[in-house]
């Protein structure tokens, strides 16, 4: 996919210039006029927000979910494939895109793990401890389960409770800062914190049952 982002993998000449408010409200305007059918906006959407998606990319390969061989840049690629099917989206804000997008993400890295778990008949999945934030490759021990298992735990908990289920997905999957968290689910960073550690404490009961 070389030259997917001709230009985008540069910061816009501009961006240096314009506070974090004045970029996020352009950024905002800029996925509004997209969805409204403004081509030219999708252009410079991909400038502005490619730095922003890399970094999402890096924070969720940052842990081995036995995908080593996924580039940052190709998730990236991927991820934008499918947020550009999502042209009609009622896009709220620049945080509203990143949400979709970090959610997209997941997607691709479960989708990957199935495919390999079922290549390997199962052996060798990365198994992960929701309480640490860490990823081992081996055998299903203690509170450890594998990714396809999280990804069910985490289905299940957004059917019980949306928010909590996007802020795993956020903190958890895309490496997000409390503050990043907050920003994107429009709540306080108290609020994330609180509702980080009940998140946790449901994961850890619910991943102790699937990997039993």
Known sequence: MAGFFPRSQRC??????????????????????????????LESLTERIYGQLRKLADNALSKDWGTKSLQP???????????????????????HFMGVASRQMR?????????????KRGGGAAKISIESGTVDVGDQRGDFVDLVGLDLALTELARKDGELGRLVELRFFSGLTVEETAEVLGISARTVKRDWRLAKAWLKRRLTVIAA
Not at 30 to 40: A, E, F, K, P, T
Not at 73 to 94: C, F, I, P
């Open 12 to 41: 816009s000449p501009e961006e240096g210039k314009t506070s974090p408010e004045e970029s996020r409200l352009e950024i905002t305007e800029m996925l509004q006029r997209w969805r409204d059918g403004d081509v030219s906006a």
């Open 73 to 95: 840049t190709e998730l990236v690629h991927e991820a934008y494939l499918k947020l550009m099917g999502a042209q009609n989206v009622d896009w709220k804000s620049r945080a």
């Open 107 to 119: 997607q691709i890295l479960v989708d990957r793990a199935r495919r390999r778990a079922a290549e």
